[in-house]
C-alpha cells in the first residue's frame, strides 16, 4: 500500500472511530470516501478495520450506544459493502445478528478520544429531550468549548471552575481530564440532570468532595443545583470561582435574561479580588437571539469580546454549524 493510500486509510477509520463511538448522525459518516475506497479495491480489510474501531470498539464493547443505532449502521456498513459486489464478509452478518437480539436500555452511550490517548464516556437518554429538560444530550458547542479549553489548558490550571448548565457533562470532564483544574464545579438547575452527572462523573473515574477514597491527584469535583432565578450573591461567593464556563445555553430570551442576571451576581462575588474570567459558547442558530444576549450583557455593563477559532477539531460535530465563544469581563 502507498504512502499516501495508506494515510488516507488511516483517516478514514479515524473518521468512522470518531464518529460512531459519538453515536454522531449516520448521514455525518463518510460514507462516500468509503464507496470509492472499495470500488479501487475489494479487499475485504478496509470493512474489518471499520468493524473493529466502530461496533467492536472496546470503549463500544463495554459502555455500548444505543440498539437502534448499531443496527441502523451495521445495515449501512452492510449495504455499503453488496453494492460492490464483494464476497459476503460474515463478520458483518454475524455483528448484526448479535444487535438483533440485543434488547435497547433507556441510557445510551457516547464516547470522545481526548488527544491524551484518555477518553470521555457520557450516559445519556435515548430520548432528545426526555423529562423536560434538554440537559440530558451533549451539544455541539459543548464539543466547541472543550475544544478551546484542550488548546488553551492554562486558562483552567489550578484554578477553581464553575460551569453554568453542566447538561451531561462533557465538557467538564474533558477539563477535568486534561486541563488540571484545582477544583470544578458542575451545576444544573434540573434534578434529572443532576442525577446523570453525577452518573457520569463516576463513570469517568472521578470521585466528589465528600467522598474519602478522593485522589489527591485528581480535581476536586462538586456537584451543585443552581436555580439562575433564585442564586444569591452568597451562595456564588461560597464557590471561589475564579472561571465561570457556560456552554450552549442561549436558546430562549427568557433563559438569556436569567443568564445575565447570574453573571451580574458572580461581578459582585469578589470586589476585593479579581473577578473570575468567564466563557460563554453557543451555536448561531438564530441571530436574534445572540444579538440580544450582547445587547443584554451591555445593559448589564459586562464587556465581551469574541475568543478567536481555534485550530484542531477533535470531537465530531456538525460540520457547517456556526459557532463561537464569547469572553465576558464581569
Known sequence: MAPEESTETARLLRSFERHYLAARALRSFPWQSLEEKLRDSSDSELLLGILQKTVKHPLCVKHPPSVKYARCFLSELIKKHEAVHMEPLDELYEALAEVLTAKEPTQCHRSYLLPSGDSVTLSESTAIISHGTTGLVTWDAALYLAEWAIENPAAFAHRTVLELGSGAGFTGLAICKTCHPRAY???????????????????????????????????????????????????????????????????????????????????????????????????????????????????????????PCHDQKLFPYQEHSEMAILKLTL
Not at 463516576?202 to 470521585?207: D, E
Not at 464556563?245 to 479579581?274: G, H, N, W
Not at 473570575?276 to 440580544?292: G, H, K, S
Request: glycine share 4%; charged share 20%; net charge negative.
Open 185 to 307: 464545579i458542575f451545576s444544573d438547575c434540573h434534578s434529572r440532570v443532576l442525577e446523570q452527572l453525577h452518573g457520569n462523573v463516576l463513570l469517568n473515574g472521578f470521585s466528589f468532595e465528600s467522598d474519602i477514597t478522593a485522589n489527591s491527584g485528581s480535581p476536586t469535583v462538586m456537584l451543585a443545583q443552581l436555580d439562575w432565578d433564585d442564586v444569591t450573591v452568597p451562595q456564588l461567593s461560597a464557590f471561589q470561582s475564579d472561571v465561570v464556563i457556560a456552554a450552549d445555553v442561549l436558546y430562549c430570551p427568557e433563559i438569556i435574561l436569567s443568564l445575565v442576571r447570574v453573571l451580574q451576581r458572580l461581578s459582585a462575588c469578589r470586589k476585593d479580588q479579581r473577578a473570575p474570567d468567564a466563557y460563554v459558547a453557543f451555536t448561531n442558530r438564530n441571530p436574534e437571539t445572540c444579538q440580544l444576549f450582547t445587547t443584554e450583557l451591555g445593559q448589564a455593563g459586562i464587556r465581551w469580546e469574541a475568543v
